[in-house]
Nanobody, 133 residues
Framework: QAQVAESGGGSVQAGGSLRLSCAGP????????VGWFRQTRDNEREREGV?????????YYADSVKGRFTISKDNARNTLDLQMNNLKPDDTRVYYC?????????????????????????WGQGTQVTVSS
C-alpha cells in the first residue's frame, strides 16, 4: 500500500489556480515534517522543495512560490494540500508529496531532504502540473 498519494494536478492557463492534495497512511504520523517537492527545471531526476511544514508548525516556501502557494495539513482527515494561485509557466513540473520521518523545523527538514530525501521520507508517485502561457 502506498504511504502517500497525490491528486489534483492538471492543466491550467497562466494566472489560474490548482489545488493539490495528498492522502495516505504516511500522513497519520503527528508532529513530523511533511511537504511538497517538484522536479527541478534542469534535471527531472532531481527534486526541489516547494513548501514544507515543520514539526513545530513552521513553514518554508521556495522564493519562487512565496505569496502564491499555501501549504496546509488537515490532521482530522490526514491530508496535505498545496493551494497554488497565480500559476506561471515555470511552475510546470511533476509535484511530489513527502511524509518524512523528521521532527524538526521546516527549514531544517529542507536541508536534510536535500542531502538524502529517499532515506527520510515516503514519496508519492507525483502529479503533473502544466501551466500554459
Amino acid at each position: 500500500q502506498a504511504q502517500v498519494a497525490e491528486s489534483g494536478g492538471g492543466s491550467v492557463q497562466a494566472g489560474g489556480s490548482l489545488r493539490l492534495s495528498c492522502a495516505g497512511p504516511g500522513l497519520t504520523r503527528a508532529s513530523y515534517c511533511v511537504g511538497w517537492f517538484r522536479q527541478t527545471r534542469d534535471n527531472e531526476r532531481e527534486r526541489e522543495g516547494v513548501a514544507l511544514l515543520g514539526a513545530d508548525g513552521s513553514t518554508y516556501y521556495a522564493d519562487s512560490v512565496k505569496g502564491r502557494f499555501t501549504i496546509s495539513k488537515d490532521n482530522a482527515r490526514n491530508t496535505l494540500d498545496l493551494q497554488m494561485n497565480n500559476l506561471k509557466p515555470d511552475d510546470t513540473r511533476v509535484y511530489y508529496c513527502a511524509a518524512t520521518s523528521l521532527r524538526m523545523t521546516a527549514r531544517q527538514a529542507l536541508t536534510v531532504m536535500a542531502r538524502d530525501g529517499s532515506r527520510h521520507a515516503d514519496w508519492g508517485q507525483g502529479t503533473q502540473v502544466t501551466v500554459s502561457s
